[in-house]
């Protein structure tokens, strides 16, 4: 197999300026400017859905049977649900988190006419105004408001600002990159999987790494509302592996170190032989790895087998703590990833039949009913 080398300094660096850009899902036109450019400084030439989700193909020696590495650029946000009697706004969440992770976060508002600053505040956000009523309020996106920082106490005075019902909400990351390699920041979630899998193609694109079947580089624009690949998978691509936050929780076994493997999630198992080989290449590779199911969890494979996308799926995962919430991982992880994916992009294809969209028995595939005999599979 072939781990190539990953440059930690070009996948920070990717790192940060990803987290530096407000990218909530419906938000995501600057992100995808960054990335497509970032593509094309590699090498590739880049093509768009409509509403911006990115192929970048990297050819290897047959068009049929590709391979697809897949992230997503969108970000957990908010909308302005109503504005408010009192000119603060009331919020819904884009893509599924708690309330209890929006309260103190400082925030960007877009709206049609500009961007304004603002903080989101539960309702009863002084003690000494409410006494013990801040600690036994409920906790729901129904509790929080958005302080916006203008000159605004009512409803006209916030209208004349230009915000209005529907204007997007981004989060600030609060970054912190520390110097034993933890990384603490809102979304994280993929950004992290997005940063690791350009670290892949520049250590390819040094090495000038040849693989035995084209690689598409996917990056997607509504996974956290679960849309995400559905628009994005060519007919040519067989097996297609995800990046993305595992989580490192009581109960889990994912861990913020080496490559957690997904072998389920809430949509059933991953693809057999394509898992499989991803823990072998793990194993041959000495890339430290671990299992995990995830039981209230969905990828971008999800969306694209739903939307009737017929190809092998699976899952790798850097450990997140706090996911969805105040995130931490640690470089280690990441480093893993993108040694997995090179390993994976340059393997051999083993399934011969795969290259063809239908076909006969002839090569199917063979999970073992006996004692294992050593065989391996994947697409």
Known sequence: MTKLSIDTGYLAAQLKALLSIDSPTGFTDTVVRHVSRELEQLGMSVELTRRGAIRAVRQGSRRQGARAIITHLDTLGAQVKRVKENGRLELVPIGHWSSRFAEGARANIYSYEGRHRGSILPLMASGHTFNDGVDTQPVDWAHIELRIDARTTSKAETLALGIDIGDIV??????????????VSRHLDDKAGVAASLAALEAMERAQARTPVDIHWLFTIAEEVGVGATAIVAPEVASMVAVDNGTTAPGQNSSEFGVTIAMADQTGPFDYHLTKKLIDLCRDGDIPMQRDIFRFYRSDSASAVEAGHDVRTALIAFGVDASHGYERIHMDALVSIAELITAYVTSPLEIKRDIEEISGMSGFTE????PHDGSSGEG
């Open 170 to 183: 981004a989060i600030d990351p609060e970054t912190e990159f520390m110097d034993n390699g933890f990384i």
């Open 367 to 370: 999970q073992p009913s006996a």
